[in-house]
């Protein structure tokens, strides 16, 4: 069971993400850094929806499931594409260096902290 001190780190270092992805968009007169956000938002989604699909009653995980194995990959390429975009729009001069970086390390801090709240919340399944 996570505690008041837990969720009030994780927020503050979420509230550091997108004041780091903010300032690289405002500070550098360029918006497009703002995508970032919205790529790591979504990153989770597909990991959730398809792990819903999942049967928990299977104790033979060995097989794996395409479904899940669809969710898994679609996370990790929502996760890659939040790295590679600002690395993209850098390489062809459309945004500068400290807007990139900045970008970078606010949306992995933003990612990071929603993996942390679903691990810290996670409900155990009782059977």
């Known amino acids: 069971m996570a505690g008041i001190k837990t969720i009030i780190g994780l927020s503050f270092v979420l509230a550091i993400g997108f004041l780091l992805v903010i300032l ?6 360029n918006y497009l850094t703002l995508l970032v956000v919205a790529t790591y938002v ?8 398809c792990g819903r699909a999942a049967n928990p ?34 390489h062809s001069a459309t945004i500068q260096a400290g807007a990139a970086a900045m970008s970078v ?23």
Do not use: K
Not at 60 to 83: H, K, N, Q, Y
């Open 24 to 29: 690289s968009a405002a500070l550098f007169h």
């Open 42 to 49: 979504i990153a989770p989604l597909p990991n959730w929806i």
């Open 57 to 90: 009653d299977d104790f033979m995980e060995s097989a794996g499931s395409g479904v899940v194995d669809f969710g898994r990959f679609l996370t990790g390429f929502f996760v890659v594409m939040g790295i590679a975009l600002p690395a993209l729009l850098y």
């Open 105 to 127: 390390v606010g949306g992995l801090l933003i990612y990071g902290t929603i993996i942390s709240f679903t691990m810290f919340f996670q409900e155990d399944q009782e059977f």
